[in-house]
């Protein structure tokens, strides 16, 4: 038997050992663990071993500590499986600490991250997105960098759709753009791209993806982990209260969202506090005065102590009493455990602490010295002068592995029987359109500074100040005296993952990877944001572990690093659950950002060619979702092609050979094409005929394959048909006010931009 | 015609990051003794026709509340009385 070096006291100790195992659920579910009964078992296993009973700060961390949120209980054995190996030597950090740090060029690196916040939204739209943003921005921060960019996929239900609890879709959706929206704006980060996504199976669980990449000197970078002894530890920032307490519990069960306890669970954001701690955390990362930095997220301090110390090979001995505290009437588990937003927790040799609180106090921080690193892998709690907490970190932040079952799709091929062709494609166009999926984004885009800082160079929309378009990706330059940019882009496709996570995670990773090349730039690197159901569920379980599959297969095809990612399972609430929603941040390097393409058709007469062999299949497609019709099969993307055009692409990005480009994703060919002509309100005349042959319909509405629409000057064809060969073809040309269709000398369709305008931008006009 | 007030506050126990940034800037400004600051957001609607109550309510559940965090109070401005009031 482990022998107790000193004593938790008597008085604090809650009785476990030997208890049944329905006093040990009674024990989970009045202290709100969220630990099952494997899980109690364990702990009073555990327990009986060192001979003494836990006390209650010790069953509380054990709570946080393995919940899905933090250990990843679900999930790390696949991510194991699928992620280890995916490796390029331009990696700093990859899967290692809070975000991933990625060579920018031979002095700085860049670093991102995106993670989910989506129970917290759920319950409390804008205080859920607001903290989405500012915790993201902190996991960037930590690593020592400047946050540069903000990105961030939505997903929202159907407008008019059923109340979630207490509230409307729209009061949903309002108050997640608006907290994503104030919390950026009041930082001063730009928001510059994501997406927007609606869907009924989100109608009880909305989904909100915050992203954030940042801008470092190679030295400059701070490791998440503590392997100095004898550095004492900070904690600096906003105060620590009762709100967010039990946040992770929360987040890793299915939501219920009319039960009380959810208040404690609300966090509302301060942005006023996060803006200054940045200066201040920049200052002292310049200065080299930290030796480890992690932001406090889920689980509070006792996930960021304990997994910094872990992970550095070191121990704690932490004195509760020294935390900095909103109300002093909290008990010390609940001081250990709260998740109050805009927290660090810094590690730094003592002899620093006169400098660094000169820039604390010179910034208007408030800061404390909650404790120091000892040897052993130990964490020591002191409250009051008595010892609550002794236990050694193996056992506390490693948490159990579950290689849960899962179920595979089984694959139904059947035909389906597509519907006649519509009998007026002009209208059948004016209704793709202006459906939520595809119609402007710009309601929720112009809400958020994109422009701030001042080193956006390709906007989220493009075209003249009046006339603007989606564009694919935004590029920033993130440093004044380089050229060189950062391409954003994320997103996913749930409706495919939904028909096939397999092949629907391909297309969303494809998509991601043609929005970077439309821009001329080169992806660099990946960060995934997992969005599945339940992981008890074994189909839910088996589109998680298939979606894995798909990102690993494309990594290694593609040679793309995976650097950081988050999952966050159980969206299950009011009876449904979410569609497999695997987001894709992708990062892309630009040279030069003065030759960086863009979307809108920029003059009249440039020739009109597309890039890529076709690939007629509307299953999911947004066309066939308005017209009622649901086949299942999906096809793999082709992966060869994508590589052999991103050469071309980027040789002709080079050469400026494009007056612009797009690539055709939801809403198809036509959606593309009439997207190039709304950026300067320039229209085309094309011909469907060049295309295989096919249905009109599917020429114009489906979304598959790797295709570009690229437009021309005639002083370039010879070029450009030199450089792509047979990959392009010329379909037609620029000009006019009006869109103009023909396939096999039939119009299909003629009518005036500024129409087709007006219906894009009707979209989401009841949305929001 | 009825003017109707929807006034929304935060429930105890959420803190309102607005009213804790006003009351640090009162310590700073010398108000030493200032203890707690709360905000009230107050709509007042002009609302035609009979139905003025339930429209009112309708408004703010649907477009101004969460009951997760706020509380909510009904009054009628020219009456100056209160005709609901709930979380």
Same mark, same amino acid.
């Given at each position: ?112 991250? $995106? ?30 960098? &400047? ?110 969202? &009319? ?6 669970? #609300? ?149 389906? %029987? ?18 939520? &999926? ?28 009046? %006339? ?89 095809? $593609? ?126 005349? #094309? ?82 | ?87």
């Amino acid at each position: 038997m482990t022998k107790v070096k000193r004593s938790i006291p008597v008085n604090r100790r809650i009785k476990i050992i030997g208890r049944s195992p329905k006093d040990l659920m009674g024990i989970s579910d009045s202290l709100s663990l969220g630990l099952n009964l494997d899980e109690m078992t364990q702990l009073r296993e555990y327990f009986s071993s060192i001979g003494r009973d836990p006390s209650e700060i010790e069953l509380q961390a054990m709570g946080q500590a393995w919940s899905e949120h933090c250990c990843y209980k679900s999930s790390k054995f696949y991510l194991k499986k699928y992620f280890s190996g995916i490796k390029r030597d331009y990696v700093r950090l990859a899967m290692e600490d809070d975000a991933g740090v990625v060579d920018f060029d031979s002095d700085h690196v860049y670093v991102l991250k $995106m993670e989910s916040h989506n129970h917290p939204s759920a319950v409390e739209p804008y205080g859920g997105a607001a903290t989405g943003v500012g915790g993201i921005i902190r996991d960037v921060l930590c690593m020592g960098a &400047q946050p540069v960019a903000l990105l961030d996929s939505l997903y929202f239900g159907i407008p008019g759709g059923p109340q979630n609890g207490p509230l409307s879709q729209k009061f949903i959706t309002g108050r997640i753009v608006a907290g994503v929206r104030d919390y950026g704006n009041r930082l001063g980060i730009p928001n510059v791209s994501g997406s927007v996504y609606f869907n009924e199976c989100y109608n009880h669980n909305p989904l909100v993806n915050a992203g954030c990449v940042g801008i470092a000197r190679r030295d400059d970078i701070v490791r998440s982990r503590i392997s100095k002894t004898g550095d004492i530890l900070i904690l600096a920032g906003g105060r620590t209260g009762r709100d967010g307490i039990h946040g992770v519990n929360f987040a890793s069960k299915d939501l219920d969202i &009319q039960r009380n306890e959810n208040i404690r669970s #609300v966090q509302l954001g301060n942005p006023i506090i996060e803006e200054p701690l940045i200066h201040a955390i920049l200052d002292i990362v310049e200065e080299k005065l930290v030796d480890g930095m992690k932001d406090l997220g889920g689980g509070g301090l006792s996930s960021s102590v304990g997994e910094m110390c872990f992970s550095g090979g070191t121990g704690a001995e932490v004195l509760l009493d020294k935390v900095l505290l909103k109300d002093e009437s909290m008990e010390p588990w609940e001081i250990w455990i709260s998740e109050s937003q805009e927290r660090m927790l810094l590690a730094v040799d003592s002899k620093n602490l006169q400098r660094i609180s000169e820039i604390f106090n010179s910034w208007d921080i408030e800061f404390s010295v909650i404790g120091k690193v000892i040897q052993g892998q130990v964490m020591n709690i002191y409250y009051k002068g008595e010892l609550i907490l002794d236990l050694p970190l193996s056992f506390l932040t490693s948490g159990p592995v579950y290689c849960r079952h899962y179920t595979m799709r089984e694959r139904n091929e059947a035909t389906v %029987e597509y519907p006649p062709e519509p009998s007026d494609y002009n209208s059948a166009l004016r209704d793709v359109l202006s459906s939520i &999926q595809v119609g402007s984004r710009w309601p929720v885009v112009r809400q958020y500074d994109f422009t701030v800082r001042g080193s956006t160079v390709v906007k989220p929309f493009s075209g003249t100040s009046t %006339e603007q378009t989606h564009s694919d990706a935004t590029i920033i330059k993130p440093l004044e005296n380089s050229m060189k940019g950062l391409s954003l882009t994320s997103g996913s496709n749930p409706l495919l993952c939904h028909l096939d996570p397999y092949a629907g995670t391909l297309n969303v990773l494809c998509e991601a990877y043609r929005n970077i090349l439309a821009t001329g730039s080169m992806p660099h690197s990946i960060v995934d944001c997992l969005n599945f159901g339940n992981p008890e569920n074994s189909h839910a379980m088996g589109d998680f572990v298939e979606s894995v599959e798909a990102i690993s297969y494309f990594c290694r095809k $593609m040679e793309l690093p995976v650097v950081s990612g988050n999952v966050s399972l159980y969206n299950d609430s009011g009876g449904s659950t979410i569609f497999p929603t695997p987001t894709i941040m992708m990062v892309g390097l630009i040279p030069d950002v003065s030759k960086a393409v863009k979307t809108p058709f920029r003059n009249k007469g440039d020739s009109i060619y597309l890039i890529g062999k076709d690939e007629f299949n509307i299953n999911g497609s947004v066309y066939s979702q308005l017209r009622g019709v649901s086949g299942t099969a999906v096809p793999i993307p082709d992966l060869q092609e994508l590589s052999e055009i991103s050469i071309l692409v980027m040789k002709g990005a080079e050469d400026g050979l494009f007056e612009s480009l797009h690539d055709i994703s939801e809403g198809g060919f036509i959606t593309a094409i009439c997207e190039m002509a709304f950026g300067n309100m320039i229209g085309f005349s #094309v011909d469907l005929s060049e295309m295989k042959h096919g249905r009109t319909a599917f020429k114009l509405f489906s979304e598959m394959g790797n295709r570009f629409i690229a437009a021309v000057r005639p002083e370039n064809e010879e070029k450009f048909t030199k450089l792509f060969g047979k990959i392009a073809r010329k379909i037609g040309i620029t000009g006019g006010k009006r869109a103009v269709v023909h396939d096999l000398a039939m119009t299909v369709i003629d009518l005036d931009i500024e129409d087709l305008k007006m219906s894009w931008n009707s979209a989401l006009k009841d949305v929001i | 015609m009825p003017r109707v007030r929807i006034e929304v506050s935060y429930l105890k126990g959420v803190e309102d990051p607005e009213a804790v940034t006003i009351l640090k800037n009162l310590r700073d400004l010398g108000y030493d003794n200032v203890k707690e600051v709360r905000i009230t957001k107050a709509y007042d609607l002009l609302i035609p026709g009979k139905n003025y109550r339930k429209v009112a309510t309708e408004i703010a559940e649907k477009l101004m509340v969460n009951p997760v965090i706020h509380h909510m109070e009904l009054k009628i401005l020219d009456e100056g009385k209160k005709i609901h009031s709930g979380k």
